[in-house]
């Protein structure tokens, strides 16, 4: 079955960059889309980045410039890069994917960017 799980990870410092890996299993990484979301304290879950097949990446306008997704399909791994990091960015982030009917998510990881 599909599994999606995101180790966590320290946190990071304004300014500063993190990245986080979200392992695949239970379908073929390679022919799906991928996303991560965010989803900050008394704030809706947002969009952060999507990767396509065929290594085509999508980022909300709000995204941009800061956020890089990435995928390892020999690891069954995709990743996010982040940069810069802002307070604001301190969220708990999640990986998911779309297949046929169905839509997984990862238990997410927490991001806490503080000085």
């Known amino acids: 079955h599909v599994q999606l799980a995101e180790p966590g990870g320290g946190p990071g410092q304004p300014g500063g960059s993190l990245r986080r890996s979200c392992a695949a299993s239970?379908?073929?990484?390679?022919?799906?889309?991928l996303n991560w979301y965010r989803q900050a304290p008394g704030k809706e879950r947002e969009l952060v980045a999507t990767?396509?097949?065929?290594?085509?990446?999508n980022y909300p306008d709000s995204m941009k410039g800061r956020f890089t997704i990435s995928r390892d399909n020999a690891k069954n791994t995709v990743y996010l890069q982040m940069t810069s990091l802002k307070p604001e960015d301190t969220a708990v982030y999640y990986c998911?994917?779309?297949?046929?009917?169905?839509?997984?998510w990862g238990k997410g990881t927490l991001v806490t960017v503080s000085s």
């Open positions: 239970g379908f073929t990484l390679c022919s799906y889309p």
């Open positions: 998911n994917t779309k297949i046929l009917l169905g839509n997984y």
């Open positions: 990767d396509r097949p065929g290594g085509i990446t």
